[in-house]
T-cell receptor
Framework: ETGVTQSPTHLIKTRGQQVTLRCSSQ?????VSWYQQALGQGPQFIFQ???????GRGNFPPRFSGLQFPNYSSELNVNALELDDSALYLC????????????FGSGTRLTVV | SQELEQSPQSLIVQEGKNLTINCTSS?????LYWYKQKYGEGLIFLMM?????EEKSHEKITAKLDEKKQQSSLHITASQPSHAGIYLC?????????????FGQGTTLQVKP
């Protein structure tokens, strides 16, 4: 248990559909990042939210969007799903105090068919 | 853009043997993170290194960052089956904790009993 919870754990969608993935943290922190990890590769940075606003974005198209809520939970939305969007999606929050490691959730496995 | 290269890509060792995984950056590292991942699951934070020449240990795992801050190594002493998994190095892309991490492609470790 890392203190970062993602839901759902698995999801199957059809090409062209839209999907919403969720992330919540046991302890509050005002920074959350989302990553996409394709099979056999390292995670790729999608974007980061700081105090409910997007604060940095990787090389992903606008159909990838997000939200951060006052309770520090977050959503990743993907529109017009493509087959290549099939991946493990991870959210991460920054650690507190002397531990500045980023804590990751267990991820959501998205399959687009 | 900054890239991280891990070597080897995969490793099979006999239980009890020592092993080393390397992570090389194309640019100076401001923060280097080591994570462990079980297949299809989230990332477990192992250690973070920031200063040139820094070395940290936890149980049988030791991580080092070279003086030039462009290379890091992860050393496991007396490996056990519980050490099996994918090891990922990640790095901050800015001079602080920006939330945007880039990752190496991962090293898959198998430990044979």
């Amino acid at each position: 248990e890392t203190g970062v919870t993602q839901s759902p754990t698995h999801l199957i969608k059809t090409r062209g559909q839209q999907v919403t993935l969720r992330c919540s943290s046991q302890s509050g922190h005002n920074t959350v990042s989302w990553y996409q990890q394709a099979l056999g590769q390292g995670p790729q940075f999608i974007f980061q939210y700081y105090r409910e606003e997007e604060n940095g974005r990787g090389n992903f198209p606008p159909r990838f969007s997000g939200l951060q809520f006052p309770n520090y939970s977050s959503e990743l939305n993907v529109n017009a799903l493509e087959l290549d969007d099939s991946a493990l999606y991870l959210c991460a929050r920054r650690g507190w105090g002397g531990d500045y490691g980023y804590t990751f959730g267990s991820g959501t496995r998205l399959t687009v068919v | 853009s900054q890239e991280l290269e891990q070597s080897p890509q995969s490793l099979i060792v006999q239980e009890g043997k020592n092993l080393t995984i390397n992570c090389t950056s194309s640019k100076t590292l401001y923060g280097l993170y080591w994570y462990k991942q079980k297949y299809g699951e989230g990332l477990i934070f192992l250690m973070m290194l920031q200063k040139g020449g820094e070395e940290k240990s936890h149980e049988k795992i030791t991580a080092k960052l070279d003086e030039k801050k462009q290379q890091s190594s992860l050393h496991i002493t007396a490996s056990q089956p519980s050490h099996a998994g994918i090891y990922l190095c990640g790095a901050d892309t800015g001079s602080g904790n920006t939330g945007k991490l880039i990752f190496g492609q991962g090293t898959t470790l198998q430990v044979k009993p």
